[in-house]
Each structure stands twice: as structure tokens, then as C-alpha cells.
């Protein structure tokens, strides 16, 4: 298996690299392939792992005690995750699961660092990456702490629901998300908040409003 | 009734993500183009529009009060 470094160079941290150091830095690299659900990455585990994805997509999540989930963001072809721990040494943030058959390419904190010593620019890149993700972790921190979305969401499922007959507005996970000035992700979480308190339920393309008080008493509760 | 969701084929950039995430084998590419083959194999699991970075996937939901 080879490292191709044209795919190195599409990356935001290798893409300043010739391509005579991009193969002086392939050999750092392997290569590991992951089936649909694998979650090949465990948060709060040790693996000082960066990972690049190649082809397919892998959502990087953190679940709580009682198993709820929140994405924190789903990575494409040329995306990286598990950043953080590559960099600092400590346990993954966060665990990685793939969305379907995926391959990517990982590099271990030790050779990540011997690639910033060769080559200290690639640091300005990494230092800009870093920055975006903690940019778009502090929004999601913002709208998980300060904002009561969940209210905001169990409001337009009251303003939006129809009789049944299939004459209402339909809504998207975005819409919704535009609606209540948030990101996706965090609809899809209150949904199944929504669920867990028994308001709702899911019927494939429909979401039945089960308890009516209950989504009521949700929308006026103080954010 | 077996709702659809809406393929708008302008956006599709033909990336395929949405593909190699569908769980029911819903979705192929033809001519580059995403296109639904099995409609009633969809279950409205929404990955594919979660992956989608071109907004070429939508799947809406109608909200209905149940009569209890």
C-alpha cells in the first residue's frame, strides 16, 4: 500500500509541501480501512493518532453516561480529526465512527512532530486549522449553554404541525436549524431529546406529536 | 403513501458521499448525477443529507399532531 501524496498535498496541512517533501513525509503515514459503524476510535482512549479521511465519511461524536450522543462534526475526504490528542499526547476527545466504508491515513504524534521540526511552516497551517475548530467548538459551545434551542425547536413543531393529511409545511433538520439559529446538529440532538421525553416520535418522513403538554411545558421552560 | 425525499440533480456535484453512507442502498449515481432507485428502502435515516456539502439532499418532515 502506497501513500499517495497527491492526496497529501489536497490537505490543509501538507498542501504548502513540494512534492519531493511531500514523498520525504509519506512514509510516516498508514493506511487503515474502517466498515459502516466501526467506531475504530474510542474517546478517552490513548492513541496520539492523527487521522486524515481519504475516501468515505466519519462522524466524530461524544456520548454521555446515559448514552446521548452529540456530533461534533462529520468529516469528509480531506478532512482530519483527532487533532487535539495528536498534538497534546493526552486521551482522544472525542470517538470517531464511520459513516460507511472509509479509508484513511493516520500519522502518530512522533512523527507528526519530527515533520514540524523538518518542516516549521507546516505549523502556520496547523495552528489555522486548530483555530477554525476551536471558532466553530466555541458556537457549539455557545448554542449548548446559552441558548435554549430545545424550546426553540419544540415551538416550531407546534407552529408547523398539520393535521395529517399531508397539506402542512414540510421542514428539513436545516430549516429547523435555520429557524431556530443553530446548527443541524443540534436539532438532530433535541429531536431525540424530544423523543427520550416522550413529545414526540418518529415515523420515517413524520414526526408525530405524541404529547402536546409535554412539548408546551418544554417551549416555556426559562433558557 | 411512500414520501420522497427531493433531489435537486443542479447541486449534486457527484462526490458520491452521499452514496457510500446510504444504508439501504437507496441511492446510486448515474451520469455523476444522485439519483433514488429504491424508494421504499429509504427509511429517512438522513445521513446522506448530513454528509451532503452542496444542499442536493433533502429530506423534509411533515409534523403532525396525533389525536389521542
Known amino acids: 500500500m502506497a501513500i499517495q501524496t497527491d492526496f497529501l498535498k489536497r490537505t490543509p496541512y501538507f498542501s504548502d509541501l ?3 517533501d511531500l514523498d520525504s513525509v509519506a512514509k510516516f503515514f498508514f493506511e487503515k480501512k474502517a466498515e459502516r459503524g466501526e467506531m475504530f476510535l ?3 482512549e ?6 486524515f479521511v481519504v475516501s468515505g465519511v466519519v462522524k466524530v461524536l461524544k456520548t454521555s453516561a446515559e448514552g446521548k450522543e452529540q456530533i461534533l462534526n462529520i468529516a469528509r475526504p480531506g478532512d482530519s480529526f483527532n487533532d487535539v490528542a495528536a498534538f497534546d499526547g493526552g486521551p482522544n476527545p472525542a470517538a470517531a465512527q464511520s459513516m460507511g466504508s472509509v479509508v484513511l491515513y493516520g500519522i502518530r504524534k512522533s512523527n507528526l512532530e519530527i515533520i514540524l521540526r523538518d518542516h516549521p511552516h507546516v505549523a502556520l497551517n496547523v495552528i489555522k486549522i486548530l483555530a477554525s475548530r476551536v471558532r466553530y467548538l ?5 448554542d449548548l449553554s446559552f441558548k435554549h434551542v430545545i424550546g426553540r425547536i419544540a415551538k416550531i413543531l407546534l407552529q408547523y404541525a398539520g393535521d395529517g393529511t399531508g397539506t402542512g409545511q414540510r421542514l428539513t433538520q436545516q430549516d429547523m436549524a435555520a429557524m431556530a439559529g443553530t446548527v443541524r446538529e443540534i436539532v438532530g440532538r433535541s429531536l431525540k431529546t424530544l423523543e427520550q421525553e416522550g413529545a414526540i416520535k418518529f415515523d420515517r418522513h413524520r414526526i408525530i406529536i405524541t404529547n402536546k403538554e409535554i412539548l408546551k411545558k418544554i417551549m416555556e421552560a426559562p433558557s | 403513501m411512500n414520501e420522497l425525499p427531493v433531489i435537486d440533480p443542479k447541486k449534486c456535484n457527484g462526490c458520491g458521499l452521499c452514496v457510500s453512507v446510504c444504508q439501504c442502498g437507496a441511492l446510486v449515481l448515474i451520469d455523476n448525477v444522485v439519483t433514488l432507485i429504491a424508494t421504499k428502502e429509504c427509511d429517512w435515516c438522513i445521513d446522506c443529507e448530513a454528509v451532503c456539502l452542496t444542499g442536493a439532499l433533502s429530506f423534509p418532515f411533515e409534523i403532525v399532531i396525533e389525536e389521542s
Open chain 1, 18 to 20: 513540494s512534492l519531493t
Open chain 1, 42 to 44: 474510542l474517546e478517552g
Open chain 1, 46 to 51: 490513548l492513541d496520539e493518532v492523527l487521522y
Open chain 1, 138 to 142: 466555541l458556537s457549539l459551545v455557545e
